[in-house]
């Protein structure tokens, strides 16, 4: 690859345009080149893929992308970052400039792209990893695989397991449209500024959801409510939600779940067992 970023560069761009990181966005730019060539080369993108950047910043990852030769779609919520991507990208790869599409505006607010994008590899602002992976997921449905760097801990709860500590809503959710795994970790002193923690990396590749009858926001519903008070029973929790602890009992008897149990032992397809039951109950 070439035309990557290191620190200097990165700096020079930040005073061209006057950019100060700020908390508020999340902004923690990769500094470190070969950072983004691991980036690049776990993602497995080339000349065939169209790839959804979020949070581009000053274009390190971007540039990587570019390199490998994917086209990029980059969405970014700073004016003033949005502003300068083309002119970074046209400044250290100008041949890619054609393969370069920047949106200005909040990821959250995309219902869709103008040219259908098969990956999602970004580097993400911490507070919205989350919410930003499972909107992108619902409304970018050509979407079939992902490569993203998050805080360390969101990594985690994002491919928990049923079962263990860090299993949640994050894991039930995006187990719902995709098979998770962690990818790797990032250490803090690649970014600038450097952040109080470390990063971790989750791959991501879209399978179809559970077969059931309820819809998607149902069987959301019944994760949100089942996760809302996850040390009780889910006789308890689900109480609220289908009107009555004797109510959730018989939808839960009859999706097959133990009463008893609690939300954080149950698969995504359970989870849809209990919201299709709820209509026949």
Not at 22 to 42: E, I, P, S, Y
Not at 69 to 79: K, Q, S
Not at 113 to 139: C, F, I, M, Q, R
Request: one cysteine or more.
């Amino acid at each position: 690859m070439d035309g990557l970023l290191g620190a200097g560069e990165v700096r020079a761009i930040a005073e061209r345009w006057g950019i100060r990181p700020t908390k508020q966005w999340g902004q923690n730019f990769v500094v470190d080149a070969n950072t983004v060539r691991r980036l690049v080369r776990l993602a497995g993108v080339g000349d065939a893929d169209v790839v959804l950047e979020v949070g581009p910043g000053v274009g390190s990852l971007t540039l990587g992308l570019l390199s490998a030769g994917a086209t990029v779609v980059a969405v970014e919520i700073d004016p003033v970052l949005a502003e300068a991507l083309p002119d970074t990208v046209e400044r250290h790869l100008p041949d890619a400039m054609e393969r370069l599409e920047v949106i200005a505006g909040d990821a959250l607010a995309l219902t869709a792209l103008p040219v259908a994008a098969d990956a999602l590899v970004a580097n993400l602002p911490y507070n919205v990893a989350v919410p930003v992976v499972l909107h992108l997921l619902e409304v970018i449905p050509s979407l079939r695989r992902g490569l993203v760097m998050v805080q360390a801990e969101v990594a985690d709860r994002l491919v928990a397991p049923p079962g263990s500590r860090t299993y949640g809503v994050p894991s039930v959710k995006l187990a719902w449209f995709a098979a998770a795994e962690r990818a790797g970790a990032v250490p803090a002193s690649v970014f600038w500024p450097v952040p109080r923690v470390e990063s971790g990396l989750v791959a991501f590749r879209r399978h179809e959801p559970p077969s059931c009858t309820a819809s998607r926001a149902e069987v959301f519903g019944v994760i949100d409510a089942a996760f809302a008070q996850r040390r009780k029973t889910l006789r308890a929790a689900l109480a609220g939600w289908a009107g009555s602890a004797a109510n959730a009992e018989r939808v839960l008897v009859a999706a097959g779940v133990d009463p008893a149990a609690r939300g954080e032992s149950l698969d995504v397809g359970a989870f849809a067992r209990i919201a299709s039951a709820r209509a026949i109950v």
